[in-house]
């Protein structure tokens, strides 16, 4: 299929067929640092749950590597994962809630240095405050890219400087949060005669300004935390 990608112009509006309630959050002492530094340097046998979005919509495209950041900021309340908000005007994910990073480049030479040099470019967070501890399971997306998150332990001691064209805001969202299913939504629905479905994590804190609001933290982001989940519990 090729021409126009169809949009989800609104993903709130689609229905919650299920949400995970049933499903343990991980223990709070597996998201320490030490304890995510030995998980992902000696990895269980692990199989994702979510590899991708669905079929591709171009199919005549090859598809393109890419990388993302998943920062873990060690503050001393606990590890807190780092978000962005995408521009509105954007004419890709426009107003949604991503991880840093992009498409690689040939001088990159790998995924982690895609998604630090995005990272960097993004939301100004210099590499020096950064310790990546291991990569997950690519991520393949309708759109033909093909996705590492890559993450990282994150010194607090960082300023932003956010690229204005791209980012809106950087928030901050507890792991553990994330890390519980109770907080998992399914959403289901059809586009183009094909059978789609999707996580959702809403998460209400502040915004830039101190003001609650409501972040829609949905598809490859909430689809990549859910398999940092599945990779978490494996045994």
Known sequence: ??????????????????????????????????????????PPPWTPEITGDGQRFQLDRDPTAAAVLVPLVMREDGLRVLLTRRTEHLRGHAGQISFPGGRSEDHDGSP???????????????????????????????????????VALVQPDFE??????????????????????????????????????????????PDAYGQAREYFIWGATAAMLRNLYGFLCAR
């Not at 809106?168 to 109770?182: I, R, S």
């Open 1 to 42: 299929m090729s021409g126009r990608i169809p949009r989800i112009t609104d993903p709130q509006a689609i229905p919650v067929v299920e949400v995970d309630t049933h499903l343990p959050p991980v223990p709070a002492d597996v998201l320490q640092p030490q304890a995510l530094r030995q998980r992902f340097g000696s």
């Open 112 to 150: 982690q240095a895609t998604a630090l040099r995005e990272t960097e470019e993004e939301v100004g967070l210099h590499r020096r405050h950064i310790e990546v501890i291991g990569t997950l399971p690519v991520y393949s997306t309708v759109t033909s890219y093909v996705v590492t998150p890559v």
């Open 160 to 205: 932003l400087a956010l690229d204005s064209f791209e980012v809106a805001e950087a928030f901050e969202v507890p792991l553990q949060y994330l890390m519980t299913p109770a907080h998992h939504r399914r959403h289901a629905f059809e586009m183009l005669g094909q059978p789609r479905r999707f996580l959702s994590m809403p998460w209400t804190g």
